[in-house]
Every structure is written in C-alpha cells, then in structure tokens.
C-alpha cells in the first residue's frame, strides 16, 4: 500500500511541476507584449508632411495563430505558430474640400475616401527584427509587405495586423505610412 501511494504521490508531484512549467513558459510567452511601448496618436507623415490619417491608437500583444495564414507572395504560417499583432485604430479626416493626395483617376465615388498603405518594422534590443505580414487586406498593394485599407471620410477604423515571427523579445514597432491617395497604388 505504501509504494503504491509512494508512486501516486510521485506522479502527481511531475503532474505538477509539468503543468507549472507549461504555465510559465505561455506567460513568459504573452508577457513580453508588456515590454513594448504603445503608440502616441498623431498624424502619420507621407513623403515627409503630415497627412489627414489619424493614429488613434496601437498596441501590441502576441498571440498564437488559430489558423493557418498564407502571406500574399504564397509563404504559409501554420495554425500555432506566434504572431505579433499589432492593433491600430486610424481615422480618416480627409473630406471633400480637403481630399487625400490625387494619384491619377480617383477610383472612390466619395471624395476624401482615403486608399493607404502601411508597413511595419519591428525592433528588439538586438535590432530589427524579421516578420511577414499575413494580414487580410482591403486592396493588393504594390508589396508584400504592405497591408492596403480604405477609409471612407471621418471614418474610424479598427484593425488587427497579424506578423507571423518566432521572436517575443520585441521591444519596439514602428508603422510606417507608404502610400496615401484617393485611388489604388499601382
């Protein structure tokens, strides 16, 4: 009887310990989206002058992906594999008798409906580091690296963007604005 409770009380000891092991390795895991700072709002700047698309917000976390990604030039990103998700809210504040910048034929019926691009560099103490965007986007843009939106005149709009990368010791993201206009980049 006694070797028998000996080897129970022994398994329930490694049960444990696995189980607080586990438990430590996923919160390390999510809480390094602690360590990196969330952006100011401001304006976002295009060729070097403030545009009318507005940062409201952006945080980060990381996650693990509930399904599998594929990345606009074919790469694929397995379901449970770490994301770093970076949620921005952008308002649009371009109207009609302040519209974004004309590239060729407007191809929006609403004027001040802005057609934007963004990319994303993430940092860790050791420099930049390497992720691919596997974010669903509003319009192909002319990168794989870049998510298109559109946003309608005043509008808000709330997004997540998904980078698949094994780090989680991102310190730093920077969103970059690469295109701004009233129609599609080509």
Known sequence: MRIKSRKVATLIGILLLSITGLAAVLIGFWAKS??????SPHYLVYQGT?????LVSATSSYILANQTYTSTDGREIPKGSGLFVISVTLRNDYTNEDPPPSMGTSASPVYGTAYICLNFTLHS???????????PA???SPSTDETGLVLASGQTNYTNIYLATNQTNISLFEINLVFV?????R
């Not at 050791?126 to 965007?133: E, F, L, M, P, Y």
């Open 34 to 39: 602690d360590e990196t700072e969330a952006l």
């Open 138 to 140: 509003d319009f192909a």
């Open 125 to 135: 103490k050791d420099g930049t580091v390497s992720a691919i965007n596997v974010t």
């Open 181 to 185: 206009g009233g129609s599609i980049p």
């Open 50 to 54: 403030a545009t009318r698309i507005y």
